[in-house]
Protein backbone atom coordinates (compact mmCIF):
# COMPACT_ATOMS: atom_id res chain seq x y z
CA UNK A 1 0.00 0.00 0.00
CA UNK A 2 2.14 3.10 -1.13
CA UNK A 3 2.15 6.32 1.01
CA UNK A 4 0.23 8.08 -1.33
CA UNK A 5 -3.05 6.10 -1.81
CA UNK A 6 -3.50 4.70 1.96
CA UNK A 7 -6.82 6.13 3.85
CA UNK A 8 -6.73 8.26 6.73
CA UNK A 9 -9.53 7.85 9.32
CA UNK A 10 -9.44 11.87 10.15
CA UNK A 11 -7.97 14.70 8.65
CA UNK A 12 -8.36 17.84 10.81
CA UNK A 13 -8.13 21.21 10.06
CA UNK A 14 -7.79 24.26 13.04
CA UNK A 15 -6.14 26.50 14.84
CA UNK A 16 -2.99 25.09 15.50
CA UNK A 17 -1.82 26.37 19.36
CA UNK A 18 0.47 25.80 22.28
CA UNK A 19 -1.46 25.34 25.39
CA UNK A 20 -0.05 27.16 28.45
CA UNK A 21 -1.99 26.47 31.51
CA UNK A 22 -2.65 27.38 34.80
CA UNK A 23 -4.34 27.01 38.13
CA UNK A 24 -6.26 29.95 38.91
CA UNK A 25 -9.09 30.86 41.45
CA UNK A 26 -12.41 31.98 40.51
CA UNK A 27 -11.67 35.12 41.48
CA UNK A 28 -8.89 35.97 38.76
CA UNK A 29 -11.29 35.11 35.99
CA UNK A 30 -13.13 37.66 37.56
CA UNK A 31 -10.89 40.20 37.65
CA UNK A 32 -9.04 39.61 34.17
CA UNK A 33 -13.05 40.04 32.99
CA UNK A 34 -13.11 36.69 31.26
CA UNK A 35 -16.60 34.86 31.14
CA UNK A 36 -15.71 31.31 32.67
CA UNK A 37 -15.63 28.23 30.77
CA UNK A 38 -15.94 29.78 27.11
CA UNK A 39 -13.32 30.97 24.59
CA UNK A 40 -12.35 34.68 24.03
CA UNK A 41 -10.16 35.74 21.01
CA UNK A 42 -7.06 38.38 22.43
CA UNK A 43 -4.27 40.11 20.54
CA UNK A 44 -0.83 39.25 21.19
CA UNK A 45 -0.16 42.62 23.98
CA UNK A 46 -3.89 40.95 25.55
CA UNK A 47 -1.53 37.65 25.56
CA UNK A 48 1.68 39.38 27.45
CA UNK A 49 -0.75 41.00 30.11
CA UNK A 50 -2.44 38.02 30.78
CA UNK A 51 0.32 35.94 30.80
CA UNK A 52 2.35 38.14 32.78
CA UNK A 53 -0.42 37.83 35.35
CA UNK A 54 -0.62 34.19 35.47
CA UNK A 55 0.43 31.92 38.14
CA UNK A 56 3.54 29.42 36.79
CA UNK A 57 2.52 27.57 33.71
CA UNK A 58 2.81 24.38 31.90
CA UNK A 59 2.84 24.17 27.83
CA UNK A 60 1.84 21.69 25.82
CA UNK A 61 0.26 21.32 22.23
CA UNK A 62 -3.54 22.32 21.91
CA UNK A 63 -5.73 23.54 19.52
CA UNK A 64 -8.51 21.88 19.00
CA UNK A 65 -8.86 19.92 15.82
CA UNK A 66 -5.58 19.05 16.18
CA UNK A 67 -6.46 17.37 20.04
CA UNK A 68 -8.91 15.34 18.33
CA UNK A 69 -6.51 14.09 15.46
CA UNK A 70 -4.43 13.19 18.36
CA UNK A 71 -6.89 10.98 19.70
CA UNK A 72 -7.59 9.09 16.79
CA UNK A 73 -3.78 8.29 16.97
CA UNK A 74 -3.85 7.43 20.48
CA UNK A 75 -6.51 4.91 19.63
CA UNK A 76 -4.78 3.11 17.14
CA UNK A 77 -6.27 5.51 14.25
CA UNK A 78 -4.66 7.14 10.98
CA UNK A 79 -4.53 11.09 10.88
CA UNK A 80 -3.37 14.51 9.22
CA UNK A 81 -3.65 17.78 10.74
CA UNK A 82 -4.05 20.88 8.51
CA UNK A 83 -2.97 24.00 11.01
CA UNK A 84 -0.33 27.03 10.27
CA UNK A 85 2.59 27.67 12.82
CA UNK A 86 5.83 29.86 12.50
CA UNK A 87 9.43 28.15 12.48
CA UNK A 88 9.74 29.08 16.37
CA UNK A 89 10.31 27.18 19.24
CA UNK A 90 6.69 26.53 20.41
CA UNK A 91 5.97 25.81 16.50
CA UNK A 92 8.27 23.18 17.00
CA UNK A 93 6.67 21.87 20.05
CA UNK A 94 3.18 21.94 18.23
CA UNK A 95 5.27 20.09 15.40
CA UNK A 96 7.04 17.64 17.13
CA UNK A 97 4.14 16.52 19.78
CA UNK A 98 1.85 15.38 16.81
CA UNK A 99 4.56 13.71 14.33
CA UNK A 100 5.35 11.99 17.82
CA UNK A 101 2.18 9.91 17.64
CA UNK A 102 2.24 9.61 14.12
CA UNK A 103 0.07 11.97 13.03
CA UNK A 104 0.94 13.89 9.37
CA UNK A 105 1.53 17.64 9.66
CA UNK A 106 0.88 19.13 6.45
CA UNK A 107 1.80 22.96 6.73
CA UNK A 108 5.08 24.45 6.53
CA UNK A 109 6.29 26.31 9.54
CA UNK A 110 5.77 29.62 8.29
CA UNK A 111 9.45 31.51 8.02
CA UNK A 112 7.85 35.16 9.13
CA UNK A 113 4.37 36.63 9.78
CA UNK A 114 3.42 36.03 13.42
CA UNK A 115 4.63 33.68 16.50
CA UNK A 116 3.14 30.25 16.82
CA UNK A 117 -0.15 31.06 18.23
CA UNK A 118 -1.22 30.17 22.28
CA UNK A 119 -4.11 29.89 24.19
CA UNK A 120 -3.86 30.99 27.73
CA UNK A 121 -5.62 28.51 30.05
CA UNK A 122 -7.11 29.04 33.63
CA UNK A 123 -8.20 25.92 34.98
CA UNK A 124 -10.32 27.22 38.64
CA UNK A 125 -10.71 24.63 41.48
CA UNK A 126 -13.88 22.88 39.85
CA UNK A 127 -11.88 22.03 37.07
CA UNK A 128 -13.65 24.37 34.71
CA UNK A 129 -10.78 25.97 31.56
CA UNK A 130 -11.20 29.30 30.65
CA UNK A 131 -9.42 29.98 27.62
CA UNK A 132 -7.85 33.18 25.86
CA UNK A 133 -6.84 32.49 22.41
CA UNK A 134 -3.93 34.73 21.18
CA UNK A 135 -4.14 33.09 16.91
CA UNK A 136 -1.12 34.26 15.92
CA UNK A 137 0.15 32.20 12.81
CA UNK A 138 -3.13 30.33 12.76
CA UNK A 139 -4.64 33.44 11.51
CA UNK A 140 -2.75 33.63 8.41
CA UNK A 141 -3.79 29.55 7.32
CA UNK A 142 -5.53 29.95 3.74
CA UNK A 143 -7.18 28.19 1.14
CA UNK A 144 -3.62 27.04 -0.64
CA UNK A 145 -2.32 25.76 2.96
CA UNK A 146 -5.38 22.90 2.42
CA UNK A 147 -4.09 19.74 -0.08
CA UNK A 148 -6.57 18.38 -2.21
CA UNK A 149 -4.72 14.65 -2.06
CA UNK A 150 -4.62 15.34 1.63
CA UNK A 151 -8.28 15.65 1.57
CA UNK A 152 -8.96 12.85 -0.64
CA UNK A 153 -6.82 10.47 1.54
CA UNK A 154 -9.63 10.95 4.74
CA UNK A 155 -12.42 8.85 5.56
CA UNK A 156 -13.59 11.46 7.75
CA UNK A 157 -12.84 15.57 7.31
CA UNK A 158 -13.04 17.29 10.37
CA UNK A 159 -13.77 20.72 10.50
CA UNK A 160 -12.76 23.15 13.92
CA UNK A 161 -15.13 25.80 14.76
CA UNK A 162 -12.84 28.37 16.09
CA UNK A 163 -11.35 28.37 12.78
CA UNK A 164 -14.97 30.47 11.81
CA UNK A 165 -12.96 33.56 13.45
CA UNK A 166 -10.30 34.23 11.30
CA UNK A 167 -10.96 35.10 7.84
CA UNK A 168 -8.38 33.12 5.33
CA UNK A 169 -8.79 30.06 8.19
CA UNK A 170 -12.62 30.41 7.36
CA UNK A 171 -11.93 30.09 3.80
CA UNK A 172 -9.17 27.21 4.34
CA UNK A 173 -12.11 25.11 5.41
CA UNK A 174 -15.05 25.57 2.73
CA UNK A 175 -12.41 24.78 0.72
CA UNK A 176 -11.60 21.69 2.40
CA UNK A 177 -15.17 20.80 3.35
CA UNK A 178 -15.46 21.36 -0.63
CA UNK A 179 -12.77 18.95 -1.59
CA UNK A 180 -13.98 16.11 0.82
CA UNK A 181 -17.25 14.82 -1.65
CA UNK A 182 -16.33 11.49 -2.09
CA UNK A 183 -18.91 8.82 -1.83
CA UNK A 184 -17.50 6.92 1.19
CA UNK A 185 -15.91 10.22 2.77
CA UNK A 186 -17.98 12.40 5.91
CA UNK A 187 -17.19 16.00 6.35
CA UNK A 188 -17.39 16.48 10.70
CA UNK A 189 -18.11 19.65 12.22
CA UNK A 190 -17.60 20.86 15.91
CA UNK A 191 -19.22 24.06 17.07
CA UNK A 192 -16.34 24.37 19.95
CA UNK A 193 -17.95 27.39 21.83
CA UNK A 194 -21.47 29.13 21.85
CA UNK A 195 -20.20 32.87 21.57
CA UNK A 196 -17.57 31.86 18.64
CA UNK A 197 -21.42 29.86 17.74
CA UNK A 198 -22.93 33.46 18.22
CA UNK A 199 -20.71 35.18 16.13
CA UNK A 200 -20.89 33.20 13.17
CA UNK A 201 -24.54 31.58 13.30
CA UNK A 202 -25.92 32.10 9.96
CA UNK A 203 -22.49 31.21 7.90
CA UNK A 204 -22.67 28.11 9.96
CA UNK A 205 -26.35 27.03 9.27
CA UNK A 206 -25.17 27.23 6.23
CA UNK A 207 -22.21 25.21 6.06
CA UNK A 208 -24.12 22.89 8.01
CA UNK A 209 -27.24 22.29 5.75
CA UNK A 210 -24.63 22.38 2.61
CA UNK A 211 -21.56 20.51 3.75
CA UNK A 212 -21.70 18.85 7.35
CA UNK A 213 -22.73 14.97 8.00
CA UNK A 214 -21.59 15.31 11.35
CA UNK A 215 -22.20 17.46 13.81
CA UNK A 216 -20.37 17.65 17.47
CA UNK A 217 -21.86 21.02 19.87
CA UNK A 218 -22.65 20.85 23.70
CA UNK A 219 -25.52 21.88 24.95
CA UNK A 220 -24.87 25.72 25.06
CA UNK A 221 -24.11 25.43 21.61
CA UNK A 222 -27.13 23.73 19.81
CA UNK A 223 -29.55 25.63 21.76
CA UNK A 224 -27.32 29.13 20.85
CA UNK A 225 -27.39 27.88 16.56
CA UNK A 226 -30.79 27.83 16.75
CA UNK A 227 -31.48 30.37 19.50
CA UNK A 228 -33.65 28.29 21.12
CA UNK A 229 -34.19 27.54 24.65
CA UNK A 230 -35.62 24.33 24.31
CA UNK A 231 -33.30 21.55 23.67
CA UNK A 232 -36.24 19.34 21.84
CA UNK A 233 -36.78 22.55 19.08
CA UNK A 234 -33.52 22.59 18.62
CA UNK A 235 -33.22 18.72 18.00
CA UNK A 236 -35.65 18.69 15.65
CA UNK A 237 -34.30 22.07 14.06
CA UNK A 238 -31.14 19.88 13.61
CA UNK A 239 -31.94 16.44 12.22
CA UNK A 240 -33.40 18.25 9.41
CA UNK A 241 -29.89 19.24 8.32
CA UNK A 242 -27.81 17.31 9.54
CA UNK A 243 -27.36 12.41 9.54
CA UNK A 244 -25.57 12.47 12.52
CA UNK A 245 -25.49 14.67 15.69
CA UNK A 246 -24.02 14.47 18.67
CA UNK A 247 -25.17 16.64 21.54
CA UNK A 248 -22.59 16.85 24.68
CA UNK A 249 -23.81 17.57 28.34
CA UNK A 250 -20.41 17.19 30.30
CA UNK A 251 -21.16 14.62 33.23
CA UNK A 252 -24.75 14.20 31.55
CA UNK A 253 -23.86 12.16 28.83
CA UNK A 254 -24.47 12.94 25.48
CA UNK A 255 -27.46 12.25 22.88
CA UNK A 256 -26.66 11.32 19.19
CA UNK A 257 -29.80 12.61 17.03
CA UNK A 258 -30.27 10.10 13.71
CA UNK A 259 -33.01 11.04 11.28
CA UNK A 260 -35.49 8.44 13.39
CA UNK A 261 -33.94 8.32 16.84
CA UNK A 262 -32.20 9.50 19.69
CA UNK A 263 -29.22 7.43 21.10
CA UNK A 264 -28.61 8.21 25.02
CA UNK A 265 -24.92 7.68 25.63
CA UNK A 266 -23.58 7.77 29.26
CA UNK A 267 -20.38 9.91 30.53
CA UNK A 268 -18.07 7.91 31.96
CA UNK A 269 -17.70 8.86 35.66
CA UNK A 270 -14.46 10.03 36.56
CA UNK A 271 -13.07 12.61 39.20
CA UNK A 272 -12.95 16.27 37.29
CA UNK A 273 -8.86 17.85 37.50
CA UNK A 274 -9.39 20.44 34.08
CA UNK A 275 -12.38 20.08 31.54
CA UNK A 276 -9.68 21.51 28.93
CA UNK A 277 -10.01 19.19 25.87
CA UNK A 278 -13.04 17.43 27.21
CA UNK A 279 -15.19 17.87 23.64
CA UNK A 280 -12.24 17.50 21.46
CA UNK A 281 -11.45 14.08 22.71
CA UNK A 282 -14.84 12.95 22.71
CA UNK A 283 -15.18 13.56 19.00
CA UNK A 284 -11.95 11.22 18.87
CA UNK A 285 -13.27 8.79 19.83
CA UNK A 286 -16.83 9.13 18.24
CA UNK A 287 -14.53 9.51 15.14
CA UNK A 288 -12.43 6.95 15.38
CA UNK A 289 -15.24 4.48 15.92
CA UNK A 290 -17.19 5.84 12.86
CA UNK A 291 -14.05 5.98 10.42
CA UNK A 292 -13.94 1.82 11.66
CA UNK A 293 -17.42 0.92 11.57
CA UNK A 294 -18.67 0.72 15.18
CA UNK A 295 -22.01 1.04 16.02
CA UNK A 296 -23.53 4.75 16.57
CA UNK A 297 -24.15 3.59 20.15
CA UNK A 298 -20.34 2.27 20.51
CA UNK A 299 -19.07 5.60 19.21
CA UNK A 300 -20.78 7.41 21.81
CA UNK A 301 -19.34 5.16 24.60
CA UNK A 302 -15.56 5.64 22.99
CA UNK A 303 -16.20 9.19 22.98
CA UNK A 304 -17.36 8.95 26.68
CA UNK A 305 -14.36 7.00 27.59
CA UNK A 306 -11.64 9.47 25.77
CA UNK A 307 -13.24 12.78 27.31
CA UNK A 308 -13.11 10.84 30.95
CA UNK A 309 -9.48 10.43 30.19
CA UNK A 310 -8.70 13.67 29.20
CA UNK A 311 -10.60 15.34 32.10
CA UNK A 312 -8.86 13.46 34.78
CA UNK A 313 -5.59 15.10 34.14
CA UNK A 314 -4.22 18.68 33.02
CA UNK A 315 -4.00 19.19 29.69
CA UNK A 316 -6.15 18.99 26.09
CA UNK A 317 -4.65 15.70 25.08
CA UNK A 318 -4.63 12.07 26.43
CA UNK A 319 -1.50 10.96 28.66
CA UNK A 320 -1.92 7.40 27.90
CA UNK A 321 -2.65 5.11 24.94
CA UNK A 322 -6.47 5.37 24.61
CA UNK A 323 -6.25 1.63 23.27
CA UNK A 324 -5.35 0.97 26.74
CA UNK A 325 -9.17 1.66 27.71
CA UNK A 326 -10.46 -0.67 25.12
CA UNK A 327 -8.96 -3.62 27.09
CA UNK B 1 12.26 48.49 54.17
CA UNK B 2 13.83 49.41 50.97
CA UNK B 3 14.04 46.72 48.08
CA UNK B 4 17.99 47.58 48.03
CA UNK B 5 18.41 46.52 51.13
CA UNK B 6 15.75 43.62 51.66
CA UNK B 7 17.29 40.35 52.63
CA UNK B 8 16.58 37.41 50.74
CA UNK B 9 16.28 33.79 52.03
CA UNK B 10 17.44 31.94 49.34
CA UNK B 11 20.16 32.99 45.97
CA UNK B 12 20.23 30.76 43.79
CA UNK B 13 22.58 30.11 40.82
CA UNK B 14 22.53 27.25 38.32
CA UNK B 15 21.70 26.33 34.84
CA UNK B 16 18.54 27.87 33.30
CA UNK B 17 16.43 24.90 31.42
CA UNK B 18 13.17 24.09 30.63
CA UNK B 19 12.20 21.04 30.81
CA UNK B 20 10.64 18.44 27.94
CA UNK B 21 9.28 15.88 29.44
CA UNK B 22 8.08 12.66 28.59
CA UNK B 23 6.77 9.16 29.90
CA UNK B 24 9.01 5.98 28.22
CA UNK B 25 9.36 2.81 28.29
CA UNK B 26 12.98 1.53 29.63
CA UNK B 27 13.83 0.25 26.35
CA UNK B 28 13.51 3.56 25.06
CA UNK B 29 16.40 4.88 27.45
CA UNK B 30 19.06 2.12 27.07
CA UNK B 31 17.86 2.37 22.78
CA UNK B 32 19.10 5.42 23.32
CA UNK B 33 22.08 4.72 25.33
CA UNK B 34 21.19 6.70 28.93
CA UNK B 35 22.12 6.29 31.81
CA UNK B 36 18.63 5.95 33.74
CA UNK B 37 18.40 7.85 36.51
CA UNK B 38 21.62 10.35 35.81
CA UNK B 39 21.89 13.51 33.73
CA UNK B 40 23.69 13.31 30.22
CA UNK B 41 24.88 16.46 28.33
CA UNK B 42 24.51 16.41 25.26
CA UNK B 43 24.90 19.35 22.07
CA UNK B 44 21.98 21.08 20.19
CA UNK B 45 21.99 17.91 17.16
CA UNK B 46 21.48 15.07 19.81
CA UNK B 47 18.73 17.29 21.55
CA UNK B 48 17.03 17.53 18.00
CA UNK B 49 17.86 13.36 17.47
CA UNK B 50 16.47 12.73 21.05
CA UNK B 51 13.35 14.79 20.67
CA UNK B 52 12.74 13.75 17.61
CA UNK B 53 12.18 10.00 18.94
CA UNK B 54 10.52 10.98 22.10
CA UNK B 55 6.84 10.49 22.70
CA UNK B 56 4.51 13.50 22.91
CA UNK B 57 6.02 16.15 25.77
CA UNK B 58 5.30 18.42 28.30
CA UNK B 59 7.24 21.51 28.62
CA UNK B 60 7.57 23.10 32.27
CA UNK B 61 10.39 25.51 33.82
CA UNK B 62 13.27 23.68 35.40
CA UNK B 63 16.73 23.81 36.14
CA UNK B 64 17.97 22.43 39.63
CA UNK B 65 18.91 26.01 41.44
CA UNK B 66 15.67 27.68 40.24
CA UNK B 67 13.84 24.59 41.11
CA UNK B 68 14.91 24.92 44.50
CA UNK B 69 14.19 28.40 44.90
CA UNK B 70 10.43 28.10 43.51
CA UNK B 71 10.06 25.66 46.55
CA UNK B 72 11.36 28.21 49.00
CA UNK B 73 9.00 30.87 47.41
CA UNK B 74 6.43 28.32 47.70
CA UNK B 75 6.60 27.87 51.45
CA UNK B 76 6.79 31.85 51.40
CA UNK B 77 10.19 32.53 51.56
CA UNK B 78 11.91 35.34 49.17
CA UNK B 79 14.57 34.20 46.58
CA UNK B 80 16.24 35.31 43.57
CA UNK B 81 17.78 33.36 40.63
CA UNK B 82 20.80 34.10 38.63
CA UNK B 83 21.07 32.29 35.31
CA UNK B 84 21.01 32.51 31.53
CA UNK B 85 18.44 31.87 28.94
CA UNK B 86 18.07 33.53 25.53
CA UNK B 87 15.69 36.17 24.15
CA UNK B 88 13.33 33.16 23.00
CA UNK B 89 10.43 32.03 23.84
CA UNK B 90 11.53 29.10 26.32
CA UNK B 91 13.51 31.84 27.84
CA UNK B 92 10.09 33.89 28.45
CA UNK B 93 8.48 30.96 29.41
CA UNK B 94 11.48 30.36 31.93
CA UNK B 95 11.14 34.24 32.85
CA UNK B 96 7.54 33.99 33.81
CA UNK B 97 7.33 30.99 35.86
CA UNK B 98 10.39 32.53 38.26
CA UNK B 99 8.94 36.32 38.23
CA UNK B 100 5.27 34.53 38.55
CA UNK B 101 6.04 33.35 42.12
CA UNK B 102 8.12 36.87 42.90
CA UNK B 103 11.48 35.49 42.35
CA UNK B 104 13.55 38.16 41.26
CA UNK B 105 15.68 36.56 37.88
CA UNK B 106 18.75 38.45 37.92
CA UNK B 107 20.09 37.84 34.24
CA UNK B 108 19.08 39.66 31.04
CA UNK B 109 17.76 37.41 28.31
CA UNK B 110 20.82 37.02 26.05
CA UNK B 111 20.09 38.77 22.20
CA UNK B 112 21.99 36.95 21.07
CA UNK B 113 24.19 33.18 21.04
CA UNK B 114 22.39 29.98 22.12
CA UNK B 115 18.67 29.05 22.27
CA UNK B 116 17.64 28.66 25.95
CA UNK B 117 18.99 25.58 27.42
CA UNK B 118 16.32 22.49 27.73
CA UNK B 119 16.72 19.06 29.60
CA UNK B 120 14.84 16.51 27.85
CA UNK B 121 13.35 13.81 30.62
CA UNK B 122 12.35 10.34 30.29
CA UNK B 123 10.24 9.53 32.94
CA UNK B 124 9.85 5.38 32.54
CA UNK B 125 7.02 3.61 34.69
CA UNK B 126 8.97 3.50 38.07
CA UNK B 127 8.90 7.02 37.84
CA UNK B 128 12.41 7.25 37.78
CA UNK B 129 13.95 10.59 35.57
CA UNK B 130 16.74 9.78 32.92
CA UNK B 131 17.99 13.60 32.14
CA UNK B 132 19.64 14.66 28.83
CA UNK B 133 21.00 18.40 29.15
CA UNK B 134 21.09 21.07 26.12
CA UNK B 135 22.82 23.45 27.82
CA UNK B 136 22.62 26.04 25.36
CA UNK B 137 22.59 29.84 26.55
CA UNK B 138 23.59 28.70 30.16
CA UNK B 139 26.76 28.29 28.66
CA UNK B 140 27.78 31.41 28.52
CA UNK B 141 26.70 32.59 31.93
CA UNK B 142 29.89 34.49 33.43
CA UNK B 143 31.60 36.16 35.94
CA UNK B 144 30.12 39.48 34.97
CA UNK B 145 25.99 38.17 35.21
CA UNK B 146 26.91 38.38 39.36
CA UNK B 147 25.77 40.93 40.80
CA UNK B 148 27.05 41.36 44.33
CA UNK B 149 24.40 43.65 45.41
CA UNK B 150 21.93 40.18 45.06
CA UNK B 151 25.03 38.52 46.85
CA UNK B 152 25.21 40.72 49.55
CA UNK B 153 21.50 40.31 50.47
CA UNK B 154 21.32 36.94 50.46
CA UNK B 155 20.63 34.59 53.81
CA UNK B 156 22.30 31.66 51.45
CA UNK B 157 23.89 31.67 48.32
CA UNK B 158 22.83 28.23 46.94
CA UNK B 159 25.20 26.82 44.19
CA UNK B 160 24.35 24.04 41.91
CA UNK B 161 27.02 21.36 41.20
CA UNK B 162 26.13 21.13 37.49
CA UNK B 163 26.90 24.48 36.57
CA UNK B 164 30.57 23.04 37.30
CA UNK B 165 30.48 21.86 33.42
CA UNK B 166 30.56 25.00 31.53
CA UNK B 167 33.73 26.95 32.40
CA UNK B 168 32.58 30.32 32.50
CA UNK B 169 29.38 29.19 34.74
CA UNK B 170 32.36 27.70 36.83
CA UNK B 171 33.97 31.20 37.35
CA UNK B 172 30.01 32.30 38.29
CA UNK B 173 29.45 30.31 40.63
CA UNK B 174 33.19 30.85 42.44
CA UNK B 175 32.99 34.16 42.33
CA UNK B 176 29.34 34.26 43.82
CA UNK B 177 30.57 32.04 46.74
CA UNK B 178 33.81 34.57 46.95
CA UNK B 179 31.19 38.00 47.63
CA UNK B 180 28.85 35.65 50.41
CA UNK B 181 31.25 35.79 53.16
CA UNK B 182 28.71 37.72 55.22
CA UNK B 183 28.87 36.47 58.95
CA UNK B 184 25.62 36.22 58.73
CA UNK B 185 25.93 34.44 55.11
CA UNK B 186 25.90 30.69 53.85
CA UNK B 187 26.97 29.04 50.91
CA UNK B 188 25.19 25.88 49.82
CA UNK B 189 26.11 23.64 47.30
CA UNK B 190 24.57 20.66 45.51
CA UNK B 191 26.45 18.17 44.65
CA UNK B 192 23.61 17.58 41.50
CA UNK B 193 24.97 14.12 40.11
CA UNK B 194 27.06 11.04 40.97
CA UNK B 195 28.73 11.64 36.95
CA UNK B 196 29.35 15.53 37.49
CA UNK B 197 30.89 14.36 41.12
CA UNK B 198 33.09 12.12 38.66
CA UNK B 199 34.08 14.99 36.07
CA UNK B 200 34.88 17.57 38.70
CA UNK B 201 35.76 15.69 42.05
CA UNK B 202 38.85 17.92 42.76
CA UNK B 203 37.87 20.84 41.85
CA UNK B 204 34.38 19.98 43.72
CA UNK B 205 36.49 19.00 47.20
CA UNK B 206 38.41 22.42 47.16
CA UNK B 207 34.93 24.61 47.35
CA UNK B 208 33.64 22.53 49.51
CA UNK B 209 36.68 22.79 51.98
CA UNK B 210 36.88 26.81 50.91
CA UNK B 211 33.72 27.76 50.92
CA UNK B 212 30.32 25.51 51.78
CA UNK B 213 28.72 25.40 54.73
CA UNK B 214 25.77 23.33 53.92
CA UNK B 215 26.24 20.18 51.42
CA UNK B 216 23.34 18.61 49.10
CA UNK B 217 24.19 14.95 48.22
CA UNK B 218 22.29 11.75 47.74
CA UNK B 219 23.84 8.54 48.48
CA UNK B 220 25.39 7.98 45.45
CA UNK B 221 26.91 11.30 44.82
CA UNK B 222 28.60 11.56 48.42
CA UNK B 223 30.25 7.84 47.61
CA UNK B 224 31.50 9.30 44.59
CA UNK B 225 32.96 12.53 46.22
CA UNK B 226 35.14 10.07 48.53
CA UNK B 227 35.56 7.44 45.90
CA UNK B 228 34.09 4.86 48.90
CA UNK B 229 31.41 2.38 49.43
CA UNK B 230 31.17 2.88 52.78
CA UNK B 231 28.39 5.54 54.45
CA UNK B 232 30.27 5.80 57.56
CA UNK B 233 33.94 6.37 55.40
CA UNK B 234 32.15 9.06 53.56
CA UNK B 235 30.43 10.75 56.41
CA UNK B 236 33.46 10.99 58.53
CA UNK B 237 35.30 12.61 55.53
CA UNK B 238 32.77 15.46 55.02
CA UNK B 239 31.85 16.01 58.66
CA UNK B 240 35.64 17.23 59.15
CA UNK B 241 34.96 19.70 55.91
CA UNK B 242 31.11 21.14 56.25
CA UNK B 243 29.70 22.05 58.88
CA UNK B 244 25.97 20.92 58.21
CA UNK B 245 25.38 18.08 54.99
CA UNK B 246 21.95 16.78 54.39
CA UNK B 247 22.38 13.04 52.61
CA UNK B 248 19.33 12.07 50.79
CA UNK B 249 18.49 8.25 50.11
CA UNK B 250 15.08 8.43 48.07
CA UNK B 251 12.38 6.59 50.07
CA UNK B 252 14.93 5.79 53.17
CA UNK B 253 14.69 9.39 54.03
CA UNK B 254 18.11 11.27 54.33
CA UNK B 255 20.41 12.11 57.46
CA UNK B 256 21.71 15.36 58.25
CA UNK B 257 25.38 15.64 59.85
CA UNK B 258 26.97 17.80 62.06
CA UNK B 259 29.95 18.04 63.63
CA UNK B 260 29.09 15.83 66.80
CA UNK B 261 25.32 14.03 65.33
CA UNK B 262 24.06 12.63 62.78
CA UNK B 263 20.50 13.39 62.50
CA UNK B 264 18.07 10.49 60.96
CA UNK B 265 14.95 12.28 58.70
CA UNK B 266 12.52 9.67 57.38
CA UNK B 267 11.16 10.55 54.08
CA UNK B 268 7.36 11.28 53.35
CA UNK B 269 5.65 8.60 52.07
CA UNK B 270 3.89 9.21 48.53
CA UNK B 271 2.95 7.36 45.60
CA UNK B 272 5.88 8.15 43.00
CA UNK B 273 5.24 9.03 39.58
CA UNK B 274 8.30 11.15 38.44
CA UNK B 275 11.51 11.74 40.79
CA UNK B 276 12.47 15.05 38.85
CA UNK B 277 12.81 17.33 41.05
CA UNK B 278 12.92 15.80 44.38
CA UNK B 279 16.53 16.10 45.06
CA UNK B 280 15.84 20.16 44.37
CA UNK B 281 12.47 20.55 46.34
CA UNK B 282 14.14 18.46 49.14
CA UNK B 283 17.00 21.58 49.19
CA UNK B 284 14.03 23.70 48.80
CA UNK B 285 12.55 23.14 52.33
CA UNK B 286 15.80 22.36 53.62
CA UNK B 287 16.92 25.87 53.10
CA UNK B 288 14.10 27.66 53.99
CA UNK B 289 13.66 25.99 57.04
CA UNK B 290 17.28 27.42 57.91
CA UNK B 291 16.82 30.24 56.75
CA UNK B 292 13.84 30.41 59.15
CA UNK B 293 15.40 29.63 62.30
CA UNK B 294 13.74 26.09 62.49
CA UNK B 295 16.16 23.50 64.06
CA UNK B 296 18.25 20.62 61.91
CA UNK B 297 15.47 17.98 61.94
CA UNK B 298 12.66 20.20 61.43
CA UNK B 299 14.75 21.52 58.40
CA UNK B 300 14.92 17.98 57.26
CA UNK B 301 11.18 17.17 57.36
CA UNK B 302 10.24 20.43 55.71
CA UNK B 303 13.35 19.06 52.69
CA UNK B 304 10.96 15.66 53.03
CA UNK B 305 7.69 17.24 52.76
CA UNK B 306 8.69 19.35 49.71
CA UNK B 307 10.37 16.39 48.10
CA UNK B 308 7.11 14.00 48.75
CA UNK B 309 5.13 16.84 47.04
CA UNK B 310 6.93 17.29 43.97
CA UNK B 311 7.77 13.30 42.98
CA UNK B 312 3.61 13.01 43.32
CA UNK B 313 3.22 14.16 39.52
CA UNK B 314 5.31 15.10 36.67
CA UNK B 315 7.47 17.84 36.69
CA UNK B 316 9.84 19.60 38.79
CA UNK B 317 7.84 21.85 40.95
CA UNK B 318 5.90 21.98 43.16
CA UNK B 319 1.68 21.83 41.26
CA UNK B 320 0.44 23.45 45.53
CA UNK B 321 1.65 26.52 48.00
CA UNK B 322 4.16 24.37 49.82
CA UNK B 323 2.45 26.60 52.60
CA UNK B 324 -0.79 24.47 52.06
CA UNK B 325 1.39 20.94 53.64
CA UNK B 326 2.91 23.13 56.61
CA UNK B 327 -0.95 23.29 58.00
Redo the contacts between chains.
Sequence with gaps: MSEEKSRLDVVGIGNALVDVLT?EPDEFVTEQNLVKGSMTLIDEDRAHEL??A????????GGSAANTV?GVASFGGSGAYIGKVRD???GE?FA??L???GVEFEVVRAPEGD??GRCLILVTPDGQRTMSTYLGASVSLSPEDVDPGLIARSRILFLEGYLWDPPSAKAAMTRAAELATGDDQRVALTLSDSFCVDRHRDSFLELIDTHVDVLFANYDEILSLYQTDSLETAIEQVRRSVPITAVTHSAHGSIIVVDDAEIQVPAEPTEVVDTTGAGDLYAAGFLYGLARGYDLKECGWLGSLAASEVISHM?P?P?IDLTDLLE
Design positions: HYNMAPATEVSIDQLIHDKALPTGRE
